[in-house]
């Protein structure tokens, strides 16, 4: 068993057991399944409380990743229709629009079915490649770090309101969950590197240098 450093990101596991901390639970060695001495299957969600905090830990994953972010936007995602018209999409999108900076309403998008549904037409069948832009979901060790300790605090602050009757512990990890988001808007802007003319990724704006003058 390799031996963890500081270094190391948060797992799936390293989660589980600082939610479990959080609320004053003793941590789990894996949340796989093992075999005991006999042969038995030993599986951590045997414990409910194991279970309904993985299940907190993916439903904050979700309900996050649902707002949208830098690192799971996608914008002009090629889709093409199959034999029957359809355009079917990969399980993990959340959320889709048809990509069309000049304010195209002749086609309203959505998921259903697991395919491309136009709510205009009233047709899930298509003729044409479609340029949609995508919010993934992603798994948590996909996510980056400030993201996945915003997502741990999430998931602990509901925890110690469901299983823990103290509020106190609940207002403290709530104001962690406050101070991990305003880290993830920072990393936001950071990567987004925004403008107020609201250009796309795939434009470019270079503001006027008082340099440029003086060169004429």
Wanted: hydrophobic share 40%; glycine share 4%.
């Amino acid at each position: 068993m390799a031996i963890p450093n500081t270094t190391d990101l948060d797992t799936e596991l390293s989660a589980v057991n600082s939610i479990l901390g959080a609320i004053g639970q003793s941590p789990i060695t894996s949340l796989a399944v093992t075999k005991d001495a006999n042969g038995n299957d030993i599986t951590p969600f045997a414990n409910p409380e194991v279970a309904v905090i993985y299940d907190l830990l993916k439903e904050c994953n979700i309900d996050i990743q649902s707002e949208g972010w830098t690192f799971n936007k996608e914008d002009h995602v090629k889709y093409s229709p199959d034999a029957n018209k359809n355009v079917k999409l990969p399980k993990n999108i959340i959320q889709l629009s048809l990509h069309d900076g000049l304010g195209d309403k002749t086609q309203r998008l959505i998921i259903k079915d697991g395919k491309v549904y136009d709510k205009v037409d009233h047709t899930n069948e298509f003729t044409a490649d479609l340029s949609l832009d995508v919010v993934w979901l992603f798994k948590f060790e996909d996510l980056p770090q400030v993201f996945r300790r915003y997502v741990i605090y999430c998931a602990a602050s509901r925890a110690a309101a469901q299983l823990v009757a103290n509020p106190q512990l609940v207002q403290m990890l709530q104001s962690k969950e406050a101070y991990a988001r305003a880290t993830c808007l920072e990393y936001e802007c950071n990567q987004t590197d925004p403008s107020f003319f609201g250009l796309g990724h795939d434009q470019r704006y270079k503001s006027f240098i008082p340099l440029d003058a003086l060169r004429r």
